[in-house]
Nanobody
Framework: QVRLVESGGGLVQARGSLRLSCAAS????????MGWFRQAPGKEREFVAA????????SSADAVNGRFTISRDDARSTVYLQMNSLKPEDTAVYYC?????????????????WGQGTQVTVSS
C-alpha cells in the first residue's frame, strides 16, 4: 500500500522557517520524482518544488525561488521542503506527491500518489 505522510507544518511568524518532511512507503521511492504542492483557502492547488529520482535536478516555482529548497534522502524514503523567509502568502496546506516521470515536472496531472497534506500558517 502506497503511503505519503507529510509532517512539520505549523504556525510561524513572517520571516521564520519551517522544514516539511514527507515519508514514503509502498513503492520504490528511489525511482520516483517527488514534488511539493500547496493549496491556499479559496485558491487552486499550485506547484511549489520538485526533485528528480536521482536528486540531481530540482525545480521550483518563481514565488518560492531563493527561499524554499527541496531535497531527498533515499535511505529514509523521505523528501524535505526547507522553507525560509516565510511570508503570510505562503499560508496553505502543503502536499507531497510522487510521479514516475524522470524530470521534476510542475504538472499535477502527472503525479500518481498524493499525501494528505500538512497545514502551514504564517502570521504577519
Amino acid at each position: 500500500q502506497v503511503r505519503l505522510v507529510e509532517s512539520g507544518g505549523g504556525l510561524v511568524q513572517a520571516r521564520g522557517s519551517l522544514r516539511l518532511s514527507c515519508a514514503a512507503s509502498g513503492f520504490a521511492f528511489n525511482r520516483w520524482t517527488m514534488g511539493w504542492f500547496r493549496q491556499a483557502p479559496g485558491k487552486e492547488r499550485e506547484f511549489v518544488a520538485a526533485i528528480n529520482w536521482s536528486g540531481s535536478t530540482a525545480s521550483s516555482a518563481d514565488a518560492v525561488n531563493g527561499r524554499f529548497t527541496i531535497s531527498r534522502d533515499d535511505a529514509r524514503s523521505t523528501v524535505y521542503l526547507q522553507m525560509n523567509s516565510l511570508k503570510p502568502e505562503d499560508t496553505a496546506v502543503y502536499y507531497c506527491a510522487a510521479t514516475r516521470l524522470r524530470p521534476p515536472t510542475p504538472e499535477m496531472r502527472w503525479y500518481d500518489y498524493w499525501g494528505q497534506g500538512t497545514q502551514v500558517t504564517v502570521s504577519s
